[in-house]
Each structure stands twice: as structure tokens, then as C-alpha cells.
């Protein structure tokens, strides 16, 4: 069993950064593929990135490719999402998830076993 706690969320004005943090509990963090979703109002959750249990395999969606970056540090059981040059389209409620080895759809939310209960990210123009 894994829990997931998400932290870092706020307001931020266009241009701006954030930094969103997920704490895992767990000896088997380090087994894990880790994911952040998000999902805007009226709006399904959709995939933002992924990385590897070993970090050397990565995955964004296009539309945070070179604004985002993912990392983990297995020793801490964290995984954070650097999330730079904000755009309003990026508000929303970000979740992360996990899953024991590498999915064979990264991208799909049904790949992913255990969820945080997601923490708000909200970017004005």
C-alpha cells in the first residue's frame, strides 16, 4: 500500500514557477513509477509527466515539454514537478500517482493504482 500526499500548489501570475512536491509512504517507493495528472474544471483528468522508478526514463505531455521537469529522490520517497513559465491553461488540480513498474501506457490514468489527493495550482493572466 502507498500513500501519496501532494504539496506545493498556490496561486502564481502567468510567467511564473511553481514548485509541486508529492511525499510517498512505503518501503517500495524505489519499485515505483511515479505520475502527476491534473484536471481542470469540467475537464478529464489528463497525464503531465512520469519518471522511472530508476529516474532514466521520463515522459511529458507535449504541452509542458521544456516548461516542466520531473525528478525523484528515491532516498526520500519524493518525486517534484518543477513547473516554470506558467500559463492560465495550466490551472488546475494536480495529482499524483503511482504504479509498480513502467505501465504500458504511461500516459493513462487506468495504469495507475494509488492517487494524492491533489493539490490546487492556479495561474492568472
Known amino acids: 500500500q502507498v500513500q501519496l500526499v501532494e504539496s506545493g500548489g498556490g496561486l502564481v501570475q502567468a510567467g511564473g514557477s511553481l514548485r509541486l512536491s508529492c511525499a510517498a509512504s512505503?518501503?517500495?517507493?524505489?519499485?515505483?513509477?511515479m505520475g502527476w495528472f491534473r484536471q481542470a474544471p469540467g475537464k478529464d483528468r489528463e497525464f503531465v509527466a512520469a519518471?522511472?522508478?530508476?529516474?532514466?526514463?521520463?515522459s511529458y505531455v507535449d504541452s509542458v515539454k521544456g516548461r516542466f521537469t520531473i525528478s525523484r529522490a528515491n532516498a526520500k520517497n519524493t518525486v517534484d514537478l518543477q513547473m516554470n513559465s506558467l500559463k492560465p491553461e495550466d490551472t488546475a488540480v494536480y495529482y499524483c500517482?503511482?504504479?509498480?513498474?513502467?505501465?504500458?501506457?504511461?500516459?493513462?490514468?487506468?495504469?495507475?493504482?494509488?492517487w494524492g489527493q491533489g493539490t490546487q495550482v492556479t495561474v492568472s493572466s
Open positions: 500517482a503511482a504504479r509498480e513498474g513502467w505501465p504500458d501506457r504511461v500516459s493513462s490514468r487506468l495504469y495507475y493504482d494509488y
Open positions: 512505503g518501503r517500495t517507493f524505489s519499485s515505483y513509477t
Open positions: 519518471i522511472k522508478s530508476s529516474g532514466d526514463r521520463i
